[in-house]
């Protein structure tokens, strides 16, 4: 099981957390139809480094940003998810 560092409360267990969707496929309101439906079905999936959205459920219930590695799973930093910041 994951430990993850949630910026608002600290570290919890991975079972408190659900996982959204990687960085890169999250799509805003106001982006074109085109580039949308390119970023929800052409994404990476690298087997290295890689940035997720994660949401803490049974906690705080803040979005938060995962920088985790996608084969060892160990998380490197941990952010809070600021939607102007992360387009």
Not at 57 to 74: I, K, N, Q
Request: charged share 25%.
């Amino acid at each position: 099981m994951l430990q993850i560092d949630c910026p608002w409360c600290g570290p919890r267990a991975q079972i408190e957390f659900a996982y959204e969707r990687t960085l890169d496929s999250v799509v805003t309101l106001d982006m074109a139809p085109a580039k949308a439906i390119a970023r929800l079905s052409t994404r990476a999936n690298p087997r290295g480094l890689d940035d997720e959205l994660w949401r803490h459920s049974y906690g705080c219930r803040e979005w938060l940003v995962l920088r985790r590695h996608r084969v060892t799973h160990e998380i490197v930093a941990t952010a809070v998810y600021d939607p102007a910041l992360h387009r």
